[in-house]
């Protein structure tokens, strides 16, 4: 077990966060492409292509360079999309952390350090649609510290931080294609109430669909 401390974030800790949190959502392209290729329009476009080519070519290389090029394209694409979701987020809350999650006392961001150097990450702050619930956000932890149990403890710190400032539940959103950290908040307690699929074009046509996760605190007395 590698030894892990938990602190408040410091404004040099700056840089390292919001690389932490840019890596580790990039880390999801090629899920997000296997996702993509099980969707029924993209399959029906793959083989109607391979179908059309190979009768008007009659040649199997064609209909097969062609599809390779359609994923390699698709490919190129979704990862250019999924960066702009990322440098989106990273002009949002994580442009000024500070003054974002540091400012209020029902909002605070904590990071992980081993041996003095920061490995993870999270922020919460209060739902904007309900002020009785803390908002779990930019949970990330580098790929080399996985599995050593630092998500849960930052988890159980957040939970913590609700309960001490009187919030009556946690809640945070995961994307389908995060199967890690559904199980991670799963096992910790949280419970899936409410999927939706983005309300935008490119939602509907990946079926990116969001879960919306809640911790309900035990009331005191």
């Known amino acids: 077990m590698v030894p892990f401390h938990i602190r408040e974030y410091q404004d040099e800790d700056y840089e390292t966060v919001r690389d932490l949190f840019a890596t580790g959502m990039s880390e999801y392209v090629p899920t997000l492409c296997v996702h993509m290729l099980k969707q029924p329009w993209v399959i029906l476009v793959l083989a109607c292509t391979f179908c059309l080519l190979l009768t008007s070519s009659k040649s199997l290389l064609l209909p097969i360079l062609a599809i390779t090029l359609l994923l390699a394209t698709g490919r190129q694409v979704l990862g250019y999309v999924w960066s702009r979701y990322i440098d989106r987020c990273l ?13 209020g006392k029902g909002s605070c961001f904590w990071v992980a ?3 003095e150097c920061v490995v993870a990450t999270v922020g919460a702050r ?9 908002m779990l956000k930019r949970m990330s932890v580098r790929k080399d510290y996985r599995g050593l149990g630092i998500a849960k403890a930052l988890c159980k710190t957040v939970i913590s931080f609700a309960r001490e400032h009187g919030y009556r539940s946690v809640v945070l959103n995961t994307l389908m294609v995060q199967h890690e950290a559904h199980a991670l908040y799963n096992s910790i307690g949280f419970h899936v109430y409410r999927d939706y699929v983005l309300p935008t074009v490119y939602g509907r046509l990946a079926s990116c669909t969001v879960s919306k996760h809640r911790f309900d605190i035990p009331s005191v007395g």
Do not use: F, K, R
């Open 113 to 115: 350090e081993v041996d």
């Open 91 to 103: 002009q949002e809350d994580l442009l000024d952390i500070q003054a974002t999650y540091m400012g």
């Open 126 to 134: 209060p739902s904007e649609e309900c002020q009785e619930e803390l």
